[in-house]
Nanobody, 120 residues
Framework: QVQLVESGGGLVQAGGSLRLSCTASGDFFRINAMAWYRQALGKERELVATISSGGSTSYACSVKGRFTIARDNTKTTVYLKMSSLKPEDTSVYYC??????????????WGQGTQVTVSL
C-alpha cells in the first residue's frame, strides 16, 4: 500500500504565497509522474500541475507563471510553490502519484487533500 500525505495548506491573503508538500511512503518500486489537482466547492476537480520522473513540468493556464511544481532528489516528495495567490485559487488541493508497484500495473494514488483559502 502507498500513502500520500500532504501538508502546507492554510489561509493566506490575496497576493501572498504558500508551499504545499506531499510525501509518498509505503511499499512500492518507483514513483513515476506526480501532480497536484484542486477542487473548489461545487466544482469539478481540475489538474493544476504535473511533473514527470525526469523533471518535465506542465501547468494549467490559470496558474502558469504563479505556481511552481518540483520534486526532491528522492523523487518521493512533490512540492507546489504558490505565489501571487488569488481568491479564485481557493480550493482543496490534492496530491496524485502514478506508482509502479512490485507487481501488476502502475496505480494512481491520491492524498487526503489540504485546504487552501485565499482571502481578499
Amino acid at each position: 500500500q502507498v500513502q500520500l500525505v500532504e501538508s502546507g495548506g492554510g489561509l493566506v491573503q490575496a497576493g501572498g504565497s504558500l508551499r504545499l508538500s506531499c510525501t509518498a511512503s509505503g511499499d512500492f518500486f518507483r514513483i513515476n509522474a506526480m501532480a497536484w489537482y484542486r477542487q473548489a466547492l461545487g466544482k469539478e476537480r481540475e489538474l493544476v500541475a504535473t511533473i514527470s520522473s525526469g523533471g518535465s513540468t506542465s501547468y494549467a493556464c490559470s496558474v502558469k507563471g504563479r505556481f511552481t511544481i518540483a520534486r526532491d532528489n528522492t523523487k518521493t516528495t512533490v512540492y507546489l510553490k504558490m505565489s501571487s495567490l488569488k481568491p479564485e485559487d481557493t480550493s482543496v488541493y490534492y496530491c496524485n502519484a502514478d506508482v509502479d508497484r512490485h507487481w501488476g500495473p502502475a496505480v494512481d494514488y491520491w492524498g487526503q487533500g489540504t485546504q487552501v483559502t485565499v482571502s481578499l
